[in-house]
């Protein structure tokens, strides 16, 4: 039997790996105001709140949520991609923010235990269809797995949503993909990629994710597919349809709140698809930030008419010819 020093020590070092120690707060329900929704123009907004760790000290979880859950509320997305967020963060999540409904899977198991890709929508607008998570690994439905090099399981999760009012459906797919291993990068985007093209019904799609690259990397290069270059969708960011060569705004900060960091998270979206509107929110509280990135968040309108739908390429380079 242990000693009840030896049982101290064992919790104290769960506590400080899992972050799950101190006070455990109530999290308070926020009452969004919606505006009317117009069909086919979706606001996704896409946020790695950064793990809940006993590490971060000061900007540990239960000093910072409350932030979390005035940047979600404020922004009012109809769908939210949230990235590294432990199974209790996703709950208190949705107990401050009633009005959405989410689904999540935690990457060591596929149910509650690990970092999670969870998805939020507005239930009031959109029905849940479908939904899933797969491990960017050899074997993508084996939970926990990884084998690319990179040290912890990475995952993609996804859901396929109806809107309530007109009947139509598209695809959100939520990553996070290796902070280290460029091979574990390349590799998930390719089966990304696959996973997009091969999906039930040829529905339009958004991807949100922390990808931890930037938009000259290979991989991201291969994901978006600008110039046919793979059998695979095209696509292109939000930010780059709006802004480009304009991607040395960073959103990864470290919760210092610099923006000349890496612009690493992205909402990459498919080419029957416009960005209407993209912005970063950078706001923090008395030099507390909500997390160690900023979120991005964009207005896409989905094209229902075939004669207005532009090549991606032919976009950025109509774009590229117009600025100064």
Same mark, same amino acid.
């Given at each position: 039997?242990?000693?009840?020093? $030896?049982?101290?020590?064992?919790?104290?070092?769960?506590?400080?790996?899992?972050?799950?120690?101190?006070?455990?707060?109530?999290?308070?329900?926020?009452?969004?105001?919606?505006?009317?929704?117009?069909?086919?123009?979706?606001?996704?907004?896409? !946020?790695?709140?950064?793990?809940?760790?006993?590490?971060?000290?000061?900007?540990?979880?239960?000093?910072?949520?409350?932030? %979390?859950?005035?940047?979600?509320?404020?922004?009012?997305?109809? %769908?939210?991609? /949230?990235?590294?967020?432990?199974?209790?963060?996703?709950?208190?999540?949705?107990?401050?923010?009633?009005?959405?409904?989410?689904?999540?899977?935690?990457?060591?198991?596929?149910?509650?235990?690990?970092?999670?890709? $969870?998805?939020?929508?507005?239930?009031?607008? !959109?029905?849940?269809?479908?939904?899933?998570?797969?491990?960017?690994?050899?074997?993508?439905?084996?939970?926990?797995?990884?084998?690319?090099?990179?040290?912890?399981?990475?995952?993609?999760?996804? %859901?396929?949503?109806?809107?309530?009012?007109?009947? $139509?459906?598209?695809?959100?797919?939520?990553?996070?993909?290796?902070?280290?291993?460029?091979?574990?990068?390349?590799?998930?985007?390719?089966? /990304?990629?696959?996973?997009?093209?091969?999906?039930?019904?040829?529905?339009?799609?958004?991807?949100?994710?922390? !990808?931890?690259?930037?938009?000259?990397?290979? $991989?991201?290069?291969?994901?978006?597919?600008?110039? /046919?270059?793979?059998?695979?969708?095209?696509?292109?960011?939000?930010?780059?349809?709006?802004?480009?060569?304009?991607?040395?705004?960073?959103?990864?900060?470290?919760?210092?709140?610099?923006?000349?960091?890496?612009?690493?998270?992205?909402?990459?979206?498919?080419?029957?698809?416009?960005?209407?509107?993209?912005?970063?929110?950078?706001?923090?509280?008395?030099?507390?930030?909500?997390?160690?990135? !900023?979120?991005?968040?964009?207005?896409?309108?989905?094209?229902?008419?075939?004669?207005?739908?532009?090549?991606?390429?032919?976009?950025?380079?109509?774009?590229?010819?117009?600025?100064?």
């Amino acid at each position: 039997m242990k000693s009840k020093t $030896a049982f101290s020590l064992s919790l104290a070092v769960t506590l400080i790996i899992t972050g799950c120690g101190g006070p455990q707060h109530k999290s308070t329900s926020r009452l969004i105001q919606f505006s009317s929704s117009q069909p086919g123009i979706i606001k996704a907004m896409s !946020f790695n709140v950064r793990v809940d760790i006993f590490l971060d000290g000061f900007n540990r979880w239960n000093n910072r949520k409350q932030l %979390v859950f005035d940047m979600l509320a404020d922004n009012v997305a109809d %769908v939210i991609g /949230l990235q590294e967020a432990l199974d209790h963060q996703v709950r208190q999540i949705q107990q401050a923010l009633p009005q959405y409904s989410h689904y999540a899977a935690g990457r060591n198991d596929g149910k509650r235990k690990g970092e999670t890709c $969870a998805i939020f929508y507005r239930k009031d607008r !959109f029905a849940l269809g479908d939904s899933g998570t797969f491990w960017f690994s050899d074997t993508p439905s084996k939970p926990g797995s990884k084998d690319w090099g990179n040290l912890w399981p990475r995952i993609c999760s996804w %859901v396929y949503l109806t809107e309530k009012a007109t009947g $139509a459906g598209f695809y959100v797919y939520n990553v996070h993909f290796d902070v280290f291993s460029q091979n574990s990068r390349q590799r998930s985007a390719e089966l /990304l990629a696959k996973r997009i093209a091969t999906r039930k019904t040829p529905d339009p799609f958004i991807v949100t994710g922390d !990808f931890n690259m930037e938009l000259d990397n290979p $991989a991201m290069v291969y994901l978006q597919n600008i110039n /046919l270059e793979t059998p695979y969708p095209r696509m292109l960011t939000a930010w780059q349809s709006l802004h480009p060569g304009w991607n040395s705004t960073g959103t990864r900060h470290s919760f210092r709140g610099s923006i000349s960091g890496p612009k690493i998270d992205h909402i990459p979206i498919c080419e029957e698809a416009r960005a209407l509107d993209v912005k970063i929110d950078r706001r923090n509280k008395n030099g507390r930030y909500p997390s160690d990135h !900023f979120p991005i968040i964009a207005k896409i309108r989905f094209i229902s008419s075939p004669e207005e739908i532009i090549p991606v390429a032919a976009q950025i380079n109509s774009q590229e010819s117009q600025r100064p």
